[in-house]
Every structure is written in structure tokens, then in C-alpha cells.
């Protein structure tokens, strides 16, 4: 009787006859005997066929590379010497005594397995991904993915958490990106919109008294691609919970986080998770997602740059310093072209930087500060023996980025991110309201449905700019995984929340009148959040580029070179759905 069994699972303990079937991993002729290492997703077996036990060796002869196969045969010990202890199933082999062949294969369109081949053009590996699958780190990535979601899901139910489907065809709404459009055939001129989050339709649940709600959501937004941002679609843990503060929301979902840093296999720095004021992330690290990881702090140097006859620092709004121990090492080359680039790139007009070597100061500003003036600085920073000072010297927002961006280079030159390591922190305290620098008005600074801190006599009496949201994200390691807040479900607040940002009551009822008329039914307080699935795997498997934790991603063009898509289609559909392709604006 003949068992079926996977690649990856025989060992010195089976016994008796077995069918395996997959793919030929590697095919070896040594003297008539035929090795084929044989593949699953569960591992490989060697196979073995000699000329006297295969009932059609010709078969075998025949057998190329990624060929699938089905072989029966016995288990067999190795012997001592040929025992391969890189495979889980290197103690045994199979002997062959019959063998089908289930599928041939054409030449393969590049090397799926030879890690001596250097990288393939990333739009030939997406345009076979199928083929890119089958290799060790991609499968393992997506197999973690799948393990990954059981684990949040086990983790929801057990916290009382109900998963529940929220609409894919919706209303177009301005949620910060472009909606993607599906014309309706059966109301012409009307269009649905795929959701770029279920945000109201969970809020709406809430209403419903639907106090625990998660799913694993899609979200559909036309926006450009990044290395941590898939354009077109992606997943996320959507959830909501009615009667809690974020503070309670923060006990109940810290544990969900930790426990997938250690089914990754890694620690978690500090746990409770700290919680940091945007404003003091911001000034501390330069920018709202920092890797905390490692210490690197800025210092607010205002003050003393006032009292130094150094012109471009005396008459600057801000001023701030990041001092770089071991930095002095970096050579001039390296500071020009890499790090006042980066410094550039987020809108510095330049980088200045000061060494600290046997004893004193050195570099192209040192000249422009007196003997005196360089020793207080030293005390200030607490520059150490070899260490780098970087400045930056202009707005608030700028002169946070810019060292923020150089921060984030130092760490990468220094190899200062344990990839072991997991840094959790949430950000708080965000401005609800910020300075659109375009048109000089006031804007949301970030979710308009977000609870204002101070409630209504805050949004009446204060000014925009000094009012905080009750709305928070949860960071990790340079990658911001979710962004969340208490709600505003009180129609009058709302009402002028949206009225300081220039929207009358009119607007508000057009986009949002579902919204107000569900709360004024009674709307329990809740909060939420929606962590990205595909930032968290990247997380947790060190991956940087978010392609590579996705089955069939879109390159950077947000094209599929497998499918084909995006695609015209036919003028019968356009006519199906009243569509005219006006070939003027192709």
C-alpha cells in the first residue's frame, strides 16, 4: 500500500512505500544511476533511480529542470558518508520504482534558484511571479504572511473581537487620496468608489452596537507607489471598539503586537510601548516615525546659536544639533554627497557639521565661533572624543526633518538597527489642524473624524494651530504600521470641526450626512485603528521594499506586467457602462 507524503516530512523513522510528487529541484546522471532532488513547499527528497528497478527509465533520462513528477518507491536509509545535513531529509532517500511525469517545463525565463545569479530586472520577475514564487525567500515571506494573519485572527477572537465585511462598491468621499471609480451600467452617470478604508462604515457599526469589530480589510487608493506603499490596494487589520479611551485601547492591543514580534522570532525593546508627544518626536528624532532602536537624540541649540556671531545660525528661527558618536570617521566626501543630499532632500537649503577631535572643533564653520563659544557648545551636546556634530538651521518643520533625514543615514552607515530588535512607541498628541502652505488656510492635519481635545469650547475659543486630535499612530522601526484616534460622534462638534476648516454645513451634509444622521440616533464614544498587513510583514521579515511581501504586486509604474492590467476593454463595455474615451487626453 502506498502512501502519499510531502518532500519535507520522511525521515529515518518512515518506513514502508511512499508516493512523492513535485517539482525536479536538481537532476544528477552518475553512471546510470539518475539523482533528482525532489521539491514541495515542505522540502526536498532525494530520489534515486537506478536502470533495473524503474519500471521506464526512459522516463527518468528524460527528466529536466522544474519538471513536476509523481514517483512511488521505498525509504532507504543513507549511508553514513552520503547523509546531506542540510536537509531535514538527509538521512533518507527514496528508491524509484515507478514515475510519471505530471507536467514538463519550458527553459526557464531566468534562474530560479542559483544565488550566483545577480538580480533580474524587477518587471520580468513580476511578470512571472509564478515563477519567482517558487523561490525559498519569497514562499517563506508569504507562508509567514498566512501564519501571521491566524495569529491575529486567533488573537481577535479571543479578545471578543467580531470579523465583519464592510462594502467594496461605496461612496466617493475625501479621505486624503484619490478614489478609484466603477461607473455604474445601471445608473448612468453614477459612480461607485472601491473604499480606501471602511472607516465610516465601522463607525457605523459602532452605532450599531457592534462593539468589537475587525476584519482583514482591502483598501484602494490611486496613489503613487513608495518602497512601503503598494499602489492600488493593500490590506489592513481594521479595527473598532466603542467605550474605551486610547489609553484602554493601547493595554488592549500592545499585547497583539507583541505577540507577533515573537512568532517572528524577535524582542520587543520596551514594553508598555512608549507614548510620545508629536511634537516631542518630531524635535527629538525629526520626523514622526523614527527608528527607536538606537539613541540618537537631537538638541535644540537655539539659544546659544543667538548668542554666536555665526550669521546664519544667530538670525535663524530654529537651530538644532545631532551629535554622531564615532561620526568623525565619515570623510568630507562622504558628508558633501550623502549626507547634505539627504539634508537637501528634505528641503534644507544645506547641511553644516563641526568634528570633535583631540580636544576641539574642526570643520569649514569651526572658524566663524570663538574658542569660548565652541567649549559651550561641547557641554551642551556633550560632544565625546571622535564624535560629529550635524546642524540644521531654519523653520520648525525643516530644521526637524532635515537631521531627521541625516539621523536615518547614520544609523544605516553605522549599522546601528539591531534586525533582531522590534521598537514599538505610539505618537501622540497630533495637531488637529496645520497650515495648508499652498493656499495659507487652515486644513486637517490629519483624520478629519478625530475627536479635538478640548471638545467644542476648544474648537470656539482657541487658535487652530494650538488645538490637538485625540489621534495617534503606532510605529515601529522606521515604518509607521497604523494610524488611529478617538472619534468625534457628536453631529455639533463635527458640524464645527469641519466649519474651522473652511467647510460649511452644506458641504458636510453632502459628503457626510449619512455620518451626522447616524449620530444623532445615539452614537457610542469609540476609537480605532488599521494596521498595514503589508508593513507588518515587512516589519517582521526585514524586508525594505513592500513587493516582496505581496503574491502579485504592481511595480512602480502601478502596472501588472503578468496580467496585463491596467487594460483597455472593448467599446461594447465603454457602451454597456456610458462611456466615451475622449482620445484627445490619452
Known amino acids: 500500500m502506498y502512501r502519499t507524503h510531502t518532500c519535507g516530512e520522511l525521515s529515518a523513522k518512515s518506513k514502508g512505500e511512499v508516493v512523492l510528487s513535485g517539482w525536479v529541484h536538481k537532476r544528477r546522471d552518475l553512471g546510470g544511476v539518475i539523482f533528482v532532488d525532489l521539491r514541495d513547499r515542505y522540502g526536498i527528497t532525494q530520489v534515486v533511480f537506478h536502470p533495473d528497478k524503474v519500471a521506464d527509465f526512459s522516463v527518468a533520462e528524460g ?4 519538471y513536476i513528477i509523481k514517483v512511488k518507491g521505498a525509504v532507504v536509509k543513507r549511508d553514513k558518508k552520503s547523509i546531506n545535513k542540510e536537509l531535514s531529509t538527509g538521512e533518507i532517500e527514496l528508491l524509484v520504482s515507478e514515475v510519471e511525469v505530471l507536467s514538463k517545463a519550458k527553459a526557464m525565463p531566468f534562474e530560479i534558484f542559483d544565488a550566483r545569479k545577480a538580480e533580474e530586472d524587477e518587471d520580468l520577475r513580476l511578470k512571472y511571479r509564478f515563477l519567482e514564487i517558487r523561490r525559498e525567500k519569497l514562499k517563506n515571506t508569504l507562508i509567514f504572511r498566512a501564519k501571521m494573519l491566524k495569529v491575529i485572527r486567533d488573537y481577535m477572537d479571543n479578545n471578543g473581537f467580531i470579523e465583519l465585511a464592510t462594502p467594496v462598491l461605496t461612496v466617493s468621499s475625501p479621505e486624503g487620496a484619490r478614489d478609484f471609480l466603477v461607473p455604474s451600467r445601471l445608473h448612468p452617470g453614477k459612480f461607485y468608489a472601491l473604499p480606501q ?4 462604515y465601522k463607525q457605523l457599526l459602532m452605532v450599531g452596537g457592534m462593539d ?3 476584519q482583514i480589510a482591502p483598501c484602494m487608493r490611486d496613489e503613487d507607489p513608495r518602497a512601503d506603499r503598494s499602489p492600488g490596494e493593500f490590506y489592513q487589520l481594521d479595527v473598532e471598539t466603542s467605550f474605551m479611551t486610547s489609553d484602554e485601547f493601547f493595554q488592549l492591543m500592545e499585547p497583539l503586537f507583541i505577540e507577533l514580534t515573537k512568532f517572528a522570532g524577535k524582542q520587543v525593546k520596551e514594553s508598555p ?18 527608528d527607536l532602536r538606537y539613541d540618537l537624540k537631537m538638541v535644540d541649540v537655539a539659544e546659544w546659536a543667538k548668542q554666536t556671531g555665526f550669521k546664519v545660525f544667530a538670525e535663524a528661527e530654529f537651530v538644532r544639533a545631532l551629535v554622531v558618536p564615532g561620526g568623525a570617521k565619515f570623510t568630507r566626501k562622504e558628508i558633501d554627497e550623502e549626507f547634505t543630499d539627504v539634508a537637501k532632500r528634505a528641503h534644507a537649503k544645506g547641511l553644516a557639521w563641526m568634528k570633535y577631535v583631540e580636544g576641539k572643533f574642526e570643520g569649514s564653520i569651526a572658524k566663524f565661533f570663538s574658542e ?8 551642551l551636546v556633550k560632544a565625546e572624543e571622535g564624535s560629529i556634530v550635524f546642524f540644521s538651521a531654519d523653520n520648525w518643520k525643516i530644521s526637524c526633518t532635515a537631521l531627521g533625514a541625516v539621523r536615518t543615514l547614520v544609523a544605516k552607515k553605522l549599522n546601528l538597527s539591531d534586525p533582531n530588535l522590534v521598537a514599538w512607541a505610539w505618537v501622540v498628541d497630533f495637531p488637529m489642524y496645520e497650515l495648508n502652505e499652498e493656499s495659507g488656510k487652515i486644513d486637517f492635519g490629519h483624520n478629519p473624524f478625530s475627536m479635538p481635545m478640548g471638545g467644542l469650547e476648544a474648537l470656539n475659543d482657541e487658535n487652530p494651530l494650538n488645538i490637538l486630535a485625540d489621534q495617534y499612530d503606532i510605529i515601529a522601526n522606521g515604518l509607521e504600521i497604523s494610524s488611529g484616534a478617538v472619534r468625534n460622534k457628536d453631529p455639533e462638534i463635527m458640524y464645527r470641526a469641519f466649519a474651522v476648516a473652511g467647510y460649511d454645513k452644506k458641504a458636510v451634509d453632502a459628503k457626510f450626512g449619512h455620518m451626522i444622521r447616524a449620530f444623532e440616533f ?3 464614544p469609540h476609537c480605532g485603528f488599521a494596521p498595514g498587513i503589508e508593513r507588518l510583514v515587512m516589519l517582521l521579515t526585514n524586508e525594505d521594499n513592500i513587493r516582496n511581501v505581496v503574491p502579485f504586486p504592481k511595480n512602480q509604474k502601478a502596472e501588472e506586467p503578468m496580467m496585463g492590467s491596467p487594460s483597455v476593454v472593448d467599446d461594447k463595455q465603454l457602451k454597456e457602462l456610458h462611456i466615451k474615451i475622449d482620445s484627445n487626453n490619452k
Do not use: C, H, N, W
Not at 527528466?63 to 522544474?66: A, F, H, I, S, T
Not at 569660548?372 to 557641554?379: F, P
Open 212 to 214: 468589537r469589530y475587525y
Open 273 to 290: 510601548f512608549p507614548r510620545i508627544p508629536y511634537k516631542e518626536v518630531m524635535e527629538t528624532y525629526g520626523g514622526d516615525r523614527p
Open 372 to 379: 569660548q563659544e565652541l567649549l559651550s557648545l561641547r557641554d
Open 197 to 200: 478604508a471602511p472607516q465610516q
Open 63 to 66: 527528466l529536466k529542470y522544474e
Open 522 to 524: 445615539g452614537a457610542p
